[in-house]
Structure formats: structure tokens, C-alpha cells
């Protein structure tokens, strides 16, 4: 019965066009995300929720462009930048990329398992490993299809976040004030947290990632229909194609929104209302939980964050792997296998074992956490600006170059961003 369920489920042509999109905006909220909004939560009470209805549409535009640039020229974005930039600007966008990856790596694993170990002892070193190598062998051993079906269902564990709010005493009144009229002061605490919120919810791996499974799609259709080649698209293929990325990015963009909306006020109704207003870690938020909202509320983020780290590791290592290996145009994709993408799966787990190395290197997961939102924020000004203008150019997109609409929405994203960088060093 429930194998029954499952099937007609996932054979729902709704659920058949949810995929890059979705997949993207959930590992968005991996434990370093979630560490962040518990701070914001913590710190600021319902005065940050705002920030979440602000950033929606930035990174729906924003993902839309690399979503659609990797749909329509069949090549990732790290392959695009190569057609169009000098190769320094491309190693070192790239290479940033691959060292923010792995410390973002290193924080999500850490938080993994020392959530593991509040919830039934034992040695979070030992859960470390345990996850880098399980989330390892997801990738290299299972075909792509499949793969993407287990991901697609690890994003339900995020809805634990939301379920948080209901086993807690919401003031809703103040949730709306907080929401529409917030109350903050200028200062250096709020920019920077505003800056750590932005940094967090526009990524640079979410860009690489969403076009690098856009091409993924198409060799997976491809292959369906016998292995032909797809492009160029025709006309009505290709805005068929474009009608369901803008419907997985609208989907995938507000659900990863969604649960950071209700991760910020789950703490703030919490902890920021019991005068706990420093949280480090995503582990320590749901320790900290355990008293206040009782066994179950600390029950759900702890499974939250396993569940959303179990996700989020695989997109991390993954949009890494794809951005080094088109850059030296190597065999790439995980529905290769190992003897046919050797670099590929080489570069997957550097990323991800690299990630379990700094965890014995008793690296502070505060500071890996900053690190790599910090090199996050510098690089993906440049990253999108190059989208920006790729996106725009008739020799790559033909007639399906942006509109003007999308055009402004994306540019707008850049600008925020380019601000909130500024603001960081400004006020560090």
C-alpha cells in the first residue's frame, strides 16, 4: 500500500516538473543556514523575518538565470564562463568556490554530527565520518535518477521546522509586527546579520548547482528518447522547458524561504523570549530548545538538521565537482560512473572527505561557519554579474535571452548582494 502511495506520488506530472529547483532552494537551508537563522531568531526575535520575504523574489531571478542558462546551452555554468571570460577569471572564481565548498562542507558535517550525538550520545567525530562517507557513497554509487529521487524526499525533513512552531506558544500579533514593520536599529550587529542572512540565502554553489542539474535533465531525457541530441532546443521544446524551471524555481525558492521564515521564528518565539540571544552553532540552538520548548521541539530540529545536512553535503561537494571539472573539460555527471568521470568523482570527494579532515583539525565551527559566508558574499558578485551578462548575449541564448523583467530582477540581486559585501567590510 504505501509502495503504492509512493509510486503515484512521484509519478504525478506535477512532481515529475519539481526537481533542480526544489533540490537548490532546500539545500539552502543546510545546518550553516540553519545556525544563522537561529541567531537572527535568537538575537533579533521577529524583527529579521522580514528579510525573507525581501530576498524571495532576488533569488528566484537569480536562480532562474543560471537555471535557464544551463537549460537552454546544455553546458554548466562554469563551462559558460569558460566560452566567454579569460581563463584567470574562471580558475579563480572556481578555486574560491571549491575552498568555500569544503569549510561549508566541514561546518554542515560538524553540526551533523554533534546534533547525532545530543540525540543519543557517542562521539560526534565518529558521526562525522559516518555521514561523509554515507553522503559519499549516495553519490558515487547510485544512478542519477535515483539519487534525485532520495533528495527530493530528503527535503520533506525540513518541514520538522515547521512543525517546531507548532508544539510552541506563538504570539502571532507580534510575528505580523515583526514581519511588516520591523523594529531595528542601524547599527553594527543588525547590518551584519542582515549581511550573514543575505550571504546565506543567495549562494554561489546554488547557482552552479541548479545549471549543472538543468544539464543533467537533458541527458536524462536524452537518453530516454534514445540517446539523440537535444540541442539546439526547438522552439516550443525549449519554452516547454523554461514554463517548468520557472515553476521549480517559484516552488524551490519559496519553499527554502519558507523554512527559514519559520526557523528564525520558531527561536525567536523560544529562545529570544527567554533571553537566550547567542547561539554559535544549528547544535547548540536545538540543545538550547530542549528546556524551553520540551523534548519534542528539540526532537524536530535535531532530526532537521541531520535531514537537511544529508542534502545539503551531496549539493555542496557535487556543485564543486561540476565547476572544477568543465573548467578543465573533464568528464562530468552523476550518472556517470566512476571509471568513466574519474576526476569528477575525484574532485566529490576531496570536497566531502576535506570536509571530514577539518573536523579533527578541532576547527571552530563558528569561525568555518563566517569563512565561508564571507568568501560566499565576495564571490558570488562577480559569479552573478557574469550571468547577468551571459544570460543577455543572442551567441549563447539565441532568442531566449532574458527579458527585461528578469533582466532588472537579476541585477537587482547583484546590487543587494554588492551592498551587503560592502556593508561586511564596512562595519567588520
Known amino acids: 500500500?504505501?509502495?503504492?502511495?509512493?509510486?503515484?506520488?512521484?509519478?504525478?506530472?506535477?512532481?515529475?516538473?519539481?526537481?533542480?529547483?526544489l533540490i537548490t532552494g532546500a539545500a539552502d537551508d543546510d545546518p550553516s543556514g540553519i545556525a544563522t537563522y537561529s541567531q537572527a531568531g535568537a538575537q533579533f526575535g521577529f524583527?529579521?523575518?522580514?528579510?525573507?520575504?525581501?530576498?524571495?523574489?532576488?533569488?528566484v531571478g537569480i536562480q532562474m538565470v543560471s537555471a535557464r542558462l544551463g537549460?537552454?546551452?546544455?553546458?554548466?555554468?562554469?563551462?559558460?564562463?569558460?566560452?566567454?571570460?579569460?581563463?584567470?577569471?574562471?580558475?579563480?572564481i572556481v578555486g574560491l568556490l571549491l575552498v568555500a565548498n569544503t569549510i561549508n562542507v566541514a561546518a554542515d558535517i560538524a553540526a551533523m554530527g554533534e546534533a547525532l550525538r545530543l540525540l543519543i550520545g557517542g562521539s560526534a567525530h565518529l558521526y562525522c565520518v559516518l555521514f561523509g562517507v554515507t553522503c559519499l557513497g549516495l553519490q558515487v554509487y547510485l544512478r542519477y535518477e535515483t539519487y534525485v529521487r532520495y533528495l527530493k524526499w530528503l527535503t520533506l525533513g525540513l518541514l520538522s521546522y515547521v512543525a517546531v512552531v507548532f508544539t510552541i506558544h506563538v504570539p502571532w500579533e507580534q510575528v505580523v509586527q515583526g514581519t511588516l514593520f520591523p523594529d531595528l536599529h542601524l547599527n553594527h550587529n543588525t547590518i551584519s546579520m542582515v549581511v550573514a542572512v543575505f550571504g546565506t540565502t543567495i549562494s554561489p554553489y546554488l547557482f552552479f548547482w541548479q545549471a549543472a542539474?538543468?544539464?543533467?535533465?537533458?541527458?536524462?531525457?536524452?537518453?530516454?528518447?534514445?540517446?539523440?541530441?537535444?540541442?539546439?532546443?526547438?522552439?516550443?521544446?525549449a519554452r516547454q522547458h523554461?514554463?517548468?524551471?520557472?515553476?521549480?524555481?517559484?516552488?524551490?525558492?519559496?519553499?527554502?524561504?519558507?523554512?527559514?521564515?519559520?526557523?528564525?521564528?520558531g527561536t525567536a518565539a523560544t529562545l529570544h523570549a527567554a533571553g537566550i540571544t547567542h547561539i554559535e552553532t544549528a547544535g547548540q540552538a536545538a540543545e538550547a530548545l530542549r528546556p524551553i520548548g520540551g523534548p519534542a521541539t528539540f526532537l524536530l530540529f535535531s532530526l532537521g538538521i541531520i535531514g537537511t545536512g544529508m542534502l545539503a553535503v551531496p549539493v555542496l561537494a557535487g556543485s564543486a565537482a561540476y565547476a572544477v571539472a568543465e573548467s578543465f573539460e573533464w568528464s562530468s555527471g552523476l550518472d556517470a560512473k566512476v571509471h568513466e568521470a574519474r576526476e569528477f568523482y575525484g574532485i566529490v570527494a576531496v570536497a566531502t572527505i576535506g570536509g571530514v579532515i577539518l573536523n579533527f583539525l578541532h576547527l571552530d565551527p563558528m569561525r568555518a561557519l563566517v569563512w565561508s559566508a564571507e568568501m560566499?558574499?565576495?564571490?558570488?558578485?562577480?559569479?552573478?554579474?557574469?550571468?547577468?551578462?551571459?544570460?543577455?548575449?543572442?551567441?549563447?541564448?539565441?532568442?531566449?535571452?532574458?527579458?527585461?523583467?528578469l533582466r532588472g530582477l537579476g541585477w537587482t540581486a547583484t546590487g543587494v548582494m554588492t551592498v551587503s559585501v560592502l556593508a561586511m567590510f564596512a562595519t567588520g
Open 213 to 237: 542539474q538543468e544539464v543533467e535533465d537533458l541527458k536524462a531525457v536524452s537518453a530516454r528518447n534514445g540517446g539523440g541530441n537535444l540541442l539546439p532546443h526547438a522552439e516550443a521544446v
Open 47 to 59: 524583527q529579521m523575518l522580514w528579510t525573507m520575504i525581501f530576498t524571495y523574489p532576488l533569488m
Open 1 to 21: 500500500m504505501v509502495r503504492k502511495i509512493y509510486k503515484s506520488i512521484a509519478e504525478h506530472p506535477r512532481m515529475q516538473q519539481i526537481g533542480p529547483g
Open 71 to 92: 537549460c537552454i546551452t546544455g553546458r554548466g555554468l562554469a563551462a559558460n564562463v569558460k566560452a566567454a571570460f579569460p581563463r584567470p577569471v574562471l580558475y579563480g
Open 242 to 265: 523554461l514554463r517548468r524551471i520557472r515553476w521549480d524555481t517559484y516552488l524551490g525558492m519559496g519553499f527554502s524561504n519558507l523554512i527559514a521564515f519559520f526557523i528564525i521564528l
Open 376 to 405: 560566499n558574499g565576495v564571490i558570488a558578485i562577480p559569479i552573478m554579474a557574469i550571468m547577468m551578462m551571459l544570460a543577455a548575449r543572442h551567441d549563447i541564448m539565441g532568442q531566449f535571452v532574458i527579458r527585461p523583467k
